[in-house]
């Protein structure tokens, strides 16, 4: 026994959510029943928040945005009517002065950018710098992935100018950065009650297992609980990111974009302590760069200190975490006191901690030149969406466009289908007036 739906949405993230909402409208006027599926508990995807002492939000996930950068993105904060403020750490510091030569080789090197179009971002700075000092100058950054032979010199510049604690060394100076202080989760959550409101029915803990196409309509088999379901439907967006897709037997990436696609992992790790030591030295809401597997260590009011990292990084710390949890917090201790001014005494007690290590964390494609369209489409119809294909991949921002792209086409097709009814109407009308 199968359920029907006119559109349905695999994914509740905040493209899945966008998706839901952008096709409201259209499916009241239509009399059709839109379906939201996701495998999680909860609605979010890589969104997630967490309280620390019933008050503080911790962002396991996403945690900012920029005006200027995520317009889009903006305009939903704005129209929530969520409280947010200014995002503090837009500057590293570090205890030494590799900070100052990694802004001098970004701006002794950029005129030549063009004159190295293929190479990595590791052999273009090596080429002038020397293959030691230029992997020591890259470390500086606090991103482990401009070290990879897939990320170009000009893919390295452009992170770089888009982050908030390596802006400064770039033209992106000024740009504003803020942070939902109610966390991100409470969006997506009021996002999920707009749609549901509105008549769009969500099913969570639903993991999709296979889509087969039968006739106009995709069937398909969820796993909920340890039972299969099955599930009609005449229009289907996948909401979901890459490194999803190819569990499924839809033949990604080859039956649908000329691309391949590629991830990064991350990995954050968060730690409260009875008293603000940091404050003392002089580091509240400041980020310091390490040259350790720790790499970038922000100091969050007088609330938490959080150290989070990607690649390389983000691994040594979920291998660490394998080893169990007194190997992961006595690594965390050690590569703490290796960077902070302690005069010699130990780190305070940590009094709790929590982490995150998402293995799929950034996902991108790895022609980032090509001219990759926001949306992908199977030869069956089905609708893509994903920030990893636009040039905001890793960015909620990329996620809005994506869905809007995917609504928009969905939208079109319904419009479509509508004027092929009413000509019908019309046809069967006029040869009944004529019998």
Known sequence: MSTYS????????????????????????????????DLNATVGGRIQSRKIDGEEIAELGAARYSPQLHPHFQQLMQGSGLPHAVYPFTEVISHDSVLEELKATLDELSPMLKMHPNDSFLEFVSHYLGAA??????????????????????????????????QHFTENAANQWHYATDGYHELLCQLQHQAQVAGVEFRLEHRLLSVEKSGADHVLAFSHHGDTQMHRTRHLVMAIPPSA??????????????????????????????????????????VLMAANPLRKIYFKSDKYVLFYTDSKSATYWRDSL??????????????????????GQPLPQIKAHFHKFWPHGVEFCVEPEADHPAILLHRDGIISCSDAYTAHCGWMEGSLISAQHASGLLLQRLDQRTEEEAANDTFITSSTERA
């Open 6 to 37: 006119d559109i349905c949405i695999v994914g509740a993230g905040i493209g899945g959510l966008t998706c839901a909402n952008n096709l409201i409208d259209a499916a009241a006027s239509r009399n059709l029943r839109i379906r939201v599926f």
């Open 133 to 166: 000092k230029a992997s020591h100058i890259i470390k500086a950054t606090g991103y482990d992935a401009l070290l990879l032979p897939m990320v170009s010199a000009a893919m390295a510049y452009d992170i770089i100018k888009k982050h908030p604690e390596t």
């Open 245 to 286: 897709m190819p569990r499924l037997n839809l033949d990604f990436p080859n039956a649908w974009s000329p691309f391949q696609y590629d991830s990064l992992p991350l990995f954050k790790g968060f730690f409260t302590f009875d008293t603000a030591w940091w404050d003392a030295l002089g580091l509240t809401d400041k």
């Open 322 to 343: 394998e080893l169990g949890e007194d190997v992961y917090l006595e690594r965390v201790r050690s590569h703490l006191e290796e960077v902070l001014p302690l005069d």
